[in-house]
């Protein structure tokens, strides 16, 4: 069965701190992905990797960075948190399709992150 | 440009019901599309995809979509709501490397 776990269900951070938050996928894909959901906006694309060390941004890059230095792990970092960073945070992953489509995604259970 | 529209942001059925949820796009080249679902504090979950072949999927839980390419939709169904299909609901499409979700249809199933 496919797995994507996420570090934490919760999470609860003061401004300015710097946040970590973590993704790991046990499928051997080479897509992985993060999203923020807020209420009325849907998923929106924050970064995106199609490889180890490769990334791309997405709809809403500003004020994140991610790493990737393994396959297998995604990690989303906020440098210094906002009180407009309190959402919640979706990790997915993919393999790739035909005809340069992503296939199906895979998403964790989600991190759901308070900034006081 | 891509997009995903979702008619409707809240449906309500009836126990017992059909269930409709649609879900229009637009695209330049024959895309994948895919159905989630989200429960309440919880990632989503694949309900049912679409990519070559057969144009009506079926998908877990009861559920299935047909792709009507000349339309260009790709509507759920479900012939017999139940209280456990009370969710969230994203429609999503995949093309060229880009993947694009609606803006989600709340489901309630009313007893």
Redesign the interface.
């Known amino acids: 069965d496919v797995k994507v776990t996420q570090s934490s269900r919760y999470l609860v951070k003061r401004t300015g701190e710097k946040v970590f938050l973590e993704c790991v996928q046990d499928m051997d894909h080479e897509n992985m992905f993060w999203y923020r959901q807020d209420p009325g906006l849907g998923l929106r694309l924050i970064y995106f990797s199609y490889d180890v060390k490769m990334k791309e941004k997405g709809d809403i890059p500003e004020g994140y960075s991610v790493s990737r230095e393994k396959k297998e792990r995604f990690s989303l970092i906020l440098e210094s948190a906002s009180t407009n960073q309190t959402s919640m945070y979706l990790c997915a992953s993919s393999s790739p399709g035909a005809a340069d489509h992503f296939d199906t995604q895979y998403f964790g259970p989600g991190t759901r992150l308070t900034v006081l | 440009a891509q997009s995903v529209t979702q008619l409707g942001?809240h449906v309500s059925v009836s126990e017992g019901a059909l269930v409709l949820l649609r879900c229009n796009y637009s695209s330049s080249?024959?895309?994948?599309l895919?159905w989630?679902v989200q429960y309440p504090?919880?990632?989503?979950?694949?309900l049912l995809?679409y990519?070559t072949g057969a144009t009506l999927v079926k998908g877990i839980n009861g559920f299935e979509a047909e792709f009507k390419k000349s339309e260009t939709s790709f509507h759920l169904t479900k012939p017999s709501a139940h209280m456990s299909d009370a969710a969230e609901y994203?429609c999503?499409v995949?093309?060229?490397?880009?993947?694009y979700?609606?803006?989600?249809t709340s489901l309630t199933v009313i007893p």
Request: glycine letters at 12%.
């Open positions: 942001s080249v024959p895309p994948y895919f989630y504090n919880q990632g989503l979950q694949l995809k990519t994203f999503a995949s093309e060229r490397n880009q993947f979700f609606g803006t989600g």
